[in-house]
């Protein structure tokens, strides 16, 4: 049996004029993450994208779990083709969905036509093939009103297609649709939850990480590697940019005001971040700040950080409880490295009272000391690409 994947677009269908691209980019990131598991043909028609294996050693199991992570699609389904024909439908329900038959208390079949030319109405069909399955499963009353087991019938242009009730897809829009964003990604459990709401609204990540070898360990690089791994699947490959952040640090311990150190560091990760974005056509950046979480994370104080820079600081956790970014932490699959225990580099120059109401002025009058320019420009002289 010719069994293939159907995914229905998300936002995209709601696209006007340039409808068209946003499709394309869809099937491109598609025909991308479907490479591992053999060769496939991706097409789209009418707001359904198709992926058909081209021979038997396809891996359509491990293609339809790796499709599920791609942003752009509302929902997928496996489904089996046959021709385009009542009785054909019907074997290929009865053969193709025993096992959900087996499973299943009760169960109801709906029919989409988009074919129009077809000699039956969607009703007839339903109800022919729905009063044959029931004498074929008669352990599996019919229930049209909340049936476990969506029998669903789709006649189209060259083909008809079976399958049960569709998976949830990962919604948003595809990746590289958008533009492109650097996302500071720490080892912490908000920054990769700020990386994925970003880019499942079609934007294409750039990871930026600010590293404090020796007082922060290898193994916190590690994990911050880990992490962006974990984040692949729904942002496509990425190259981490690891920047030396030590000395930044020793110099402002030497000549600040202790109590500004944090605000003075994340006023340097924007600087530098924003350089690394301007490099790459980026036109935001993204962090993990949560309002009201830590002293850093105050209106004032998010203020005085953006203050160094031009571009729109993007913060789309900043709204959350930290138990709502812990579920979606979760939900996505880099909670569990979040928690290993290597500390990040703001922990590590954590002032014993931070100003939580910085005023800009004295975090400027507290910077005064440094060659902000020079310290920037070595640290981006010493940047560690790193491809996950
Ligand atoms: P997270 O859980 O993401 O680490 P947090 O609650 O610990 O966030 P902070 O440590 O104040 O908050 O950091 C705020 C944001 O600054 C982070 O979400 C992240 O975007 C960025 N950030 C902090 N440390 C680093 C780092 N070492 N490298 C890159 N970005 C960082
Ligand atoms: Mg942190």
């Known amino acids: 049996m010719e069994e ?4 229905k677009q998300g936002e995209i269908v709601l696209k006007g004029q340039n409808k068209r691209f946003f499709a394309q980019r869809l099937e491109s990131n598609i025909s991308r993450r479907l490479a591992p598991f053999g060769d496939f043909k991706v097409y789209t028609a009418q707001s359904t994208v198709y992926v058909e294996p081209q021979d038997a050693s396809c891996d359509t199991a491990g293609a339809f779990a790796a499709l599920r992570c791609v942003f752009g699609v509302i929902s997928l389904s496996r489904a089996a083709a046959c021709e385009k024909d009542a009785d054909a439908m019907l074997e290929t329900a009865k053969l193709y969905l025993k096992d959900d038959f087996a499973r299943a208390k009760s169960f109801k079949v709906e029919s989409k036509r988009a074919d129009k030319r077809f000699p039956m109405t ?27 087991l969506l029998v669903t019938l789709e006649v189209r242009d ?13 919604g948003g829009m595809p990746v590289g ?6 996302s500071l990604l720490s080892g912490g459990i908000d920054s990769p939850v700020a990386t994925y709401m970003i880019a499942k609204r079609g934007i294409s990540i750039i990871p930026v990480h600010f590293f404090s070898f020796p007082y922060t360990s290898q193994q916190a690089k590690e994990k911050v590697l880990t992490l962006a791994k974990e984040l692949t699947p729904y942002c496509g490959d990425l190259t981490v940019e690891v920047v030396p952040f030590t000395e930044i640090q020793q110099e402002m311990r030497k000549v600040c005001p202790e109590e500004y150190f944090t605000i003075i560091m994340r006023r340097f990760m924007m600087r530098i971040a924003e350089k690394i974005a301007n490099y790459n056509g980026c036109k935001a950046l993204v962090t993990g700040e949560s309002l009201g979480q830590v002293a850093s994370q105050t209106m004032e104080a998010m203020a005085a950080t953006e203050a160094c820079i031009g571009l729109p600081v993007l913060r789309p956790v900043v709204g959350m409880d930290k138990e709502e970014i812990v579920r979606l932490a979760r939900k996505i699959g880099t909670f569990e490295t979040s928690i290993l225990p290597y500390e990040d580099c703001c922990t590590v120059f954590m002032p014993r009272h931070p100003k939580t109401r910085p005023r800009l002025a004295e975090v400027e009058a507290a910077e005064t000391k440094l060659d902000i320019e020079g310290l920037v420009a070595k640290a981006i002289a010493g940047i560690e690409r790193v491809r996950v």
């Open 4 to 7: 293939i994947i159907l995914l």
């Open 158 to 170: 060259y083909k008809a297609y079976v399958h049960a009730a569709p998976v949830q897809g990962a």
């Open 122 to 148: 969607s009703i007839q069909l339903s109800q022919y093939v729905g009063g044959e399955l029931s004498e074929a499963f008669p352990d599996v009353a019919v229930d049209v009103h909340n049936p476990e």
């Open 177 to 182: 649709s958008n533009g492109r964003a650097v």
